[in-house]
C-alpha cells in the first residue's frame, strides 16, 4: 500500500508571498488532516475533511490559511500571505474508515525569511 | 481547550533499561490514546494505541491508563539506542477521529 504522498518536501519564500502544499491519501482513506508542527512541538490540527467535506476547520487562520479537497482526494493547503511564524512543516495525515491511528506522509518543510 | 501534557524531556536511559514516558490530558471524554514515534526530521509513526478499557502490551511497549488521574504513560523495556527520538501522545476524544497530541518527550538511549 503507497503511503501518504506531499510535496514539495522543503519550501523558502519571503514573508508575505504565498505558497502552496499538496497531499495525496492513501487511496480509500474518506478522512484527511492538515497538521502544522512548529519546532519543539506537537502537531496541531488545522483542518479535517471526510471526503470532499470539511469536518473542522476552527484553528485554521483563514485569513491567510485555505485548504481544498477535490473529489474527495488530493488536497492542497494555501498559506497567502505567509508570516515569519508560518515557519514549520505541514504534516498531512489520512484515516480509512474502521482504522485507527494515522498514517502521516513525510511532510513539507516551510521556511519564511 | 483540549489539552496533552508531557514532560519535554529529554530523558536520557541506558541502554537495556526500562524507559518511562508520561502523559496527561483534559477531555475525560478521550475514550482511545495513541503513542506515536518521531525520529529527528521525519513525520510521526504510530507504535501503539490502547482503548480505555485497559492496558495493553506489544514487544517491548507497553501502554498503561489511569482514567480517574487522566494519565497515560508508555514504558519500553530493554531500551535500545534506537528508541531514541521524541514520542508524542495523543488522546481521541469521544465520537471524534481527531487525535490531539502532545508536546512529545524526548528519549536517548545512551550506549
Known amino acids: 500500500e503507497a503511503g501518504v504522498a506531499q510535496s514539495p518536501r522543503y519550501k523558502i519564500i519571503e514573508k508575505r508571498q504565498s505558497v502552496a502544499f499538496w497531499c495525496n491519501p492513501i487511496s480509500g482513506h474518506a478522512t484527511l488532516y492538515w497538521y502544522q508542527q512548529i519546532l519543539g512541538q506537537g502537531p496541531k490540527l488545522l483542518i479535517q475533511f471526510q471526503n470532499n467535506g470539511v469536518v473542522d476547520d476552527s484553528q485554521l487562520p483563514k485569513d491567510r490559511f485555505s485548504a481544498e479537497r477535490l473529489k474527495g482526494v488530493d488536497s492542497t493547503l494555501k498559506i497567502q500571505p505567509a508570516k515569519l511564524e508560518d515557519s514549520a512543516v505541514y504534516l498531512c495525515a489520512s484515516l480509512s474508515e474502521g482504522s485507527y491511528g494515522y498514517t502521516f506522509g513525510s511532510g513539507t518543510r516551510l521556511t519564511v525569511v | ?111
Open chain 2, 1 to 111: 481547550q483540549k489539552e496533552v501534557e508531557q514532560n519535554s524531556g529529554p530523558l536520557s536511559v541506558p541502554e537495556g533499561a526500562i524507559a518511562s514516558l508520561n502523559c496527561t490530558y483534559s477531555d475525560r471524554g478521550s475514550q482511545s490514546f495513541f503513542w506515536y514515534r518521531q525520529y529527528s526530521g521525519k513525520s510521526p509513526e504510530l507504535i501503539m494505541f490502547i482503548y480505555s478499557n485497559g492496558d495493553k502490551e506489544d514487544g517491548r511497549f507497553t501502554a498503561q491508563l489511569n482514567k480517574a488521574s487522566q494519565y497515560v504513560s508508555l514504558l519500553i523495556r530493554d531500551s535500545q539506542p534506537s528508541d531514541s527520538a521524541t514520542y508524542l501522545c495523543a488522546p481521541r476524544g469521544a465520537g471524534s477521529y481527531q487525535l490531539t497530541f502532545g508536546k512529545g518527550t524526548k528519549l536517548s538511549v545512551i550506549p
